[in-house]
C-alpha cells in the first residue's frame, strides 16, 4: 500500500489517527520536526537531518525513533518521487498527566511528503518582521514544535513580491529569516547569527558553513545587528528545501553581488 | 450519542480525525486552550473563560468560535458529570504553506472530559524550577499551545512530595507556577506578578484580584524577584482546576499563615 503520510510507520487508519488530539504535539507542541528536500530522486544531506533529530530529541528527552526505520519511511513516502519535500515530525506522544511528560513515552512519528514549494523567478526581496524572537537559551538552535513566533511573523505581510522576513530577537539581534538562516558576507569573511540565545541551525546552515571553510573562505558565527546590513557585500538565506538563496532588497537595502552564493550552490550541486 | 471528546462537535470518527496529524495545532502549536473545572455539576467561571478564549483567538487572529457552541459542547462532554474538568483547545485548523496561515482559517475544536487530579493533602510543598521562561510580550498572558517551557520544567522533578515548582523569566523575575499563577502577601498587599513579559494570565487570577479587591484588600501587579518570598506574611498559588492553594514552603522558606488564602477560597466558593 502506498501513502503519502505515514503514522508511525502505518498509513492512516481509524485506530492510528485516534490518538492525534491526545498527543503531545496537539497538546504543547511537544516534539522536533526537520523538513527535508528530495531532489534528483534523492534526499539531501538526509545522515545531517538525522543527526539533528536526534540530538533535538535528546535535548528534550524525547526517545528518538531509530534511524533506519525513518530512513526506511522516509523512502516508503517518497515512492518514486523525483523532487518533492518530506516532512518528519517527532513528539513525545500521547499521555502524561498535564505538562509533565510520561516516564515511559511512546513518541509519535509522522513521515509526510508534500510538493515542492514554487521555484524563486530571481534573488530575493526580504523586508524585516515586527515580530521578535524571544530569547530561550534550552531551545536555542533546536527545531522544535513551537513556532507561534515564526507563524505571527509571516502573517504581517502577503505581498507575494516579498519572498522572506528577517526577524530579531527581542533585545535586537538579527536571528534569521521566519524559515531560513541568513549569512553576510562582510570584509572578506561570510558571517552568520551564533544563534546562542534562540533561533533555529539549519541543516543548511551547516553545509554553507563547512563548505566555505573547505572552500577557504573564512566563516564567523557570531552576533549580527541590523546595523551591519548595510556594509555587507553580499547577503543570502538558507534552508533545506531551498537552498541557498541569494538577496537582491531588503527594505531600502540592495545588494547585486551574489557570487559567494551561487559559488556555494555549485559546489553543494543545489 | 454520548462521547468525552468532541472534535468540531462531533464523537471522534475517521473522517473528523483524518485532519488532525496535518492541523495546525499539531504542526505548530498554533492555538489558544482553556482548562475548566466542573464543580458540583456546574462549570466553575465558565464566561470568563470564554472571554478569555475569544481574547486569546483574537490576539492570534484566529476566528473565535460561537461562546453558544462552546457552552453546548461542555454541556454535552459534562453530561451528568458533578466533579471533573474540561479542556477547550481552538487552533487555526489545516492548512497554509508552512507558517504562514491560510487566509480563511477553518478553526479545529476539541472539547475533551477529564477525571479531577488527586486532591491536595494540605499546603503545597515548592520547589524553584531551573527552567525559565522567555520574555516574548506578543504573546505574553496568553493560554496559547506552545507550551515546551512548561513541559521541561514540570520534567525537573518526580519526587511526589513537591507539588508546584516556581518558573523566573530568562532576566530573573518571578513569573509563578508551572501550571499556577502565583500570589504574595507582603505589607498587607496582596502582590502578584505583572506578566508584562510572559506567563498566563489565569482566569482564577482574574477572580482572586477581583475577589481580593471587594474584599477591600489592596491588590499590585508588579514585578516581583525571589528576593521578594523571603519577607512574604503568606504565599499561594492558583489555577482554575484546583483553585487556591496555600503554599507551605518553598525550598527553605516556610509559611503557616494561610488566612487569606482560606478567606478568598470561602469567598469565592471553591
Known amino acids: 500500500m502506498t501513502s503519502t503520510v505515514l503514522i508511525g510507520g502505518s498509513a492512516p487508519e481509524h485506530e492510528s489517527q485516534a490518538a492525534t ?63 518533492a519535500v518530506v516532512k518528519v515530525i517527532v513528539s513525545r506522544g500521547p499521555g502524561g498527566r498535564g505538562y509533565r511528560a510520561p516516564e515511559q513515552p511512546t513518541p509519535t512519528r509522522v513521515v509526510a511528503l508534500y510538493p515542492l514549494p514554487a521555484p524563486d523567478s530571481g534573488p530575493l526581496a526580504l523586508r524585516w518582521c515586527d515580530t521578535r524572537v524571544a530569547r530561550q537559551p534550552i531551545l536555542a538552535g533546536l527545531k522544535h514544535l513551537n ?18 522576513g528577517l526577524m530579531l530577537d527581542t533585545e535586537g539581534e538579527l536571528i534569521g529569516g521566519t524559515s531560513s538562516n541568513v549569512f553576510v558576507v562582510r570584509d572578506g569573511v561570510l558571517v552568520t547569527p551564533d544563534l546562542r ?74
Open 21 to 83: 488530539v491526545a498527543d503531545r504535539a496537539f497538546q504543547y507542541g511537544d516534539g522536533v520536526f526537520e523538513t527535508l528536500r528530495i531532489a534528483n530522486g534523492s534526499v539531501r544531506f538526509l545522515e545531517s537531518h538525522l543527526q539533528r533529530l536526534a540530538n533535538g530529541c535528546e535535548r528534550l528527552r524525547i526517545p528518538a525513533p531509530d534511524a533506519s526505520t525513518l530512513r526506511d519511511e522516509i523512502e516508503r513516502v517518497a515512492g518514486a518521487t523525483r523532487d
Open 147 to 164: 513556532r507561534l513566533e515564526q507563524v505571527l511573523a509571516q502573517s504581517e505581510w502577503s505581498d507575494a513580491g516579498i519572498q522572506e
Open 197 to 270: 540565545y534562540c533561533g533555529v541551525r539549519g541543516v543548511m546552515r551547516k553545509q554553507v558553513i563547512d563548505c566555505a571553510r573547505t572552500l577557504g573562505v573564512p566563516v564567523s558565527e557570531e552576533p549580527l545587528w541590523p546595523e551591519d546590513l548595510p556594509g555587507a557585500k553580499e547577503v543570502f538565506v538558507t534552508n533545506a528545501v531551498r537552498g541557498i538563496r541569494p538577496v537582491a532588497t531588503l527594505a531600502e537595502l540592495a545588494w547585486s553581488d551574489h557570487t559567494l552564493a551561487r559559488r556555494l550552490s555549485a559546489e553543494l550541486r543545489l
